[in-house]
C-alpha cells in the first residue's frame, strides 16, 4: 500500500495541465489570495480561462515553487490536515520506520540502534547513549525536590527542564548539535527516576554506565531481578514505541519545533501531552484490568464490569490498524518464552477471547505493555514511562524534520463562532463594584 503523500510527490505536474486557483491553493498549502500574491511577484504565471472568469496555473510550475517555499501541504482523504513525513508510515496492517518493518527492526536491534536509524537513516551496531554527569545531576536534584507521591511522567518532565537548563548549547539547532543532545539526554531522564528500593538497588553505584538503555531503565520500574529475556522484551517494548506517526504528542513536538523551540522544549511539548488518559497513560489501565483478571479468576466479570459501566474494555482496539496491532504481536511473541508472564498473557487471552464478539476489538500495544509490566511486578504506570522514555527519540527524529521545513507553518486558522462583531463594551459587574 503507498502512503498518499509519497503517491502524491511521485506524480509532478504533467506537461500542459492546468490547475484553477482553488486546486493551485491547496497544492501549495495556501489561501486564494496568496496564489494572487505570488502571480504579482512574478513567482507564478497565471492565464485566463477561454470565455471564464477565472485563471489557470501551469501545474509543473506550482509544483516547482512548492518545492522552493516549502509549502506544499496536502489535505488528507478525510478532510484532516496532513504533514509530509518521512519517518513512519502506517498501512493498516504493519508500520514502517524510513521503509523498513519497524516490528521486525525492533525485534533486531536495540533501542539506541533503533533510534539511530529513525534519526540519521543509518545503522550504528552497538550504539550506546550516555549522559553528562553535569546533565544527570541537575535532572536527579530537580526530581528529588518533587512531592514522594508524583508520577514518573512529572518527573520526566522536570528533568527535561533541569537538563535543559544545564545545557549552554540547547538553543543549537544545527542537525549534529540536535543529535548529541538527544543522545545525552534520553539517558539523562532514565538517570533521573528514582531507583525501585533505594539507589544502588540494581547492584551499581547510581553512576552511569555503559550498558544499554533498557537494562539503566530496567530498576527504575521494578525491584525484580531481570532476566534477559525479560531485559529483551524491554528493550523491544522501546523500540516498537519510539514512533506511531502524528500521534497527539508529536503533533504537539512538531509544532514546538516549527516555532524554532529547542529540543528540550519540543520534548517537553510531548510529554505534556502524553499524560492524557487517551494517550500514553493507557497501558495502565490495561495494567489494573489485568490484575483484577487475575485475581477473580477470568475475564469475564471484568470485562462485564467495564461495559456495564460505560466503559471502554483497556488495551482492544486501534483505529490505524485492521487487525491486530503489530506492536502488541511482537511483544507476545517475547513474552511467551517468559515463563512467569505466563499468567499475565493467559489473563489478556483471555480478555481477547471474552470480546471476540466485536470484531474490532484486537489486542494493541497498551494491553501487551500491561502482560511485561504485570509479569514483572511492575506498577500500573510502567508503561507509561517506557512509552515516555521511548517516545523522545521520535519527537527529536520529528524535531529535526521540523527544522528543515519553513518556520511557523503549523499555523492553523481558527473558525471563529462567537457573536459578530462590533460589539457594545461589557457593563461592569454590579456585583463587584459595590
Known amino acids: 500500500m503507498t502512503d498518499p503523500s509519497e503517491a502524491d510527490e511521485k506524480r509532478p505536474g504533467t506537461a500542459g495541465e492546468r490547475l484553477t ?4 491553493a491547496e497544492r501549495l498549502g495556501v489561501k486564494p489570495e496568496t496564489v494572487y500574491a505570488y502571480v504579482s511577484r512574478g513567482q507564478l504565471n497565471s492565464s485566463r480561462v477561454p470565455g471564464g ?3 489557470t496555473f501551469d501545474a509543473a510550475e506550482v509544483d516547482a515553487l512548492a518545492r522552493r517555499t516549502g509549502r506544499r501541504e496536502q489535505p488528507s482523504p478525510a478532510g484532516e490536515p496532513s504533514v509530509r513525513t518521512g519517518i513512519t508510515l502506517i498501512t493498516g496492517e504493519r508500520y514502517y520506520f524510513r521503509g523498513v518493518d519497524a516490528a521486525e527492526l525492533a525485534a533486531r536491534h536495540s533501542y539506541e540502534e533503533v533510534a539511530e536509524w529513525l534519526w540519521t537513516g543509518e545503522l550504528r551496531p552497538g550504539m550506546r547513549f550516555t549522559a553528562p554527569e553535569h546533565a544527570v545531576s541537575a535532572a536527579r536534584r530537580a526530581v528529588g525536590a518533587l512531592p514522594e507521591h508524583c508520577g514518573s511522567t512529572d518527573r520526566l518532565r522536570v528533568a527535561v527542564v533541569a537538563a535543559a537548563a544545564a545545557d549552554p548549547l540547547r538553543f543549537d539547532l544545527s542537525r549534529a548539535a540536535v543529535l548529541g543532545g538527544a543522545r545525552s539526554l534520553i ?16 547492584g551499581s553505584d547510581g553512576e552511569e554506565t555503559p550498558d544499554g538503555l533498557a537494562r539503566q531503565l530496567w530498576p527504575k520500574l521494578t525491584a525484580r531481578e531481570p532476566d534477559e529475556a525479560s531485559l529483551s522484551a524491554l528493550d523491544t517494548a522501546l523500540g516498537l514505541l519510539i514512533d506511531h506517526d502524528l500521534a497527539a504528542s508529536t503533533l504537539a513536538a512538531r509544532v514546538a519545533a516549527s516555532a524554532r523551540a529547542h529540543p528540550y522544549a519540543v520534548v517537553s511539548a510531548g510529554l505534556g501531552v ?6 500514553g497513560a493507557a497501558s495502565g489501565l490495561a495494567h ?5 483478571v487475575l485475581e477473580r479468576g477470568g475475564a469475564a466479570p471484568v470485562v462485564a464490569d467495564h461495559l456495564r459501566a460505560g466503559r471502554q474494555v483497556p488495551g482492544l482496539g486501534h483505529r490505524l ?10 511483544l507476545f511473541d517475547l513474552l511467551a518464552h517468559i515463563p512467569r508472564a505466563a499468567p499475565a498473557l ?9 470480546t471476540a464478539r466485536d470484531a474490532t476489538l484486537h489486542a494493541n500495544v497498551d494491553l501487551a505493555l500491561a502482560v511485561l509490566s504485570v509479569a514483572s511486578d511492575m506498577p500500573a504506570e510502567a508503561g507509561e514511562t517506557v512509552f515516555a522514555v521511548s517516545r523522545t527519540a521520535g519527537w527529536i527524529a520529528h524535531a529535526l524534520e521540523e ?3 519553513r518556520p511557523l507553518r503549523m499555523r492553523p486558522s481558527g473558525h471563529y463562532t462567537g457573536p459578530r462583531p462590533p460589539q457594545p463594551l461589557p457593563e461592569p459587574d454590579g456585583a463587584l463594584t459595590q
Not at 489494573?288 to 483484577?292: K, P, Q
Not at 491486530?324 to 511482537?330: K, N
Request: proline share 7%; aromatic share 4%; hydrophobic share 35%.
Open 321 to 330: 490498524y485492521t487487525g491486530e496491532d503489530p506492536r502488541a504481536q511482537t
Open 21 to 24: 486557483t482553488r486546486e493551485t
Open 187 to 202: 539517558p539523562a531522564l532514565v538517570a533521573a527516576l528514582p531507583t525501585v528500593g533505594g539507589e544502588g538497588a540494581d
Open 274 to 279: 502524553l499524560e492524557g488518559p487517551l494517550h
Open 288 to 292: 489494573r484490568m489485568l490484575a483484577e
Open 403 to 405: 527544522y528543515g521545513e
Open 346 to 354: 493467559a489473563a489478556a487471552r483471555d480478555v481477547v477471547a471474552t
Open 53 to 55: 472568469r477565472g485563471s
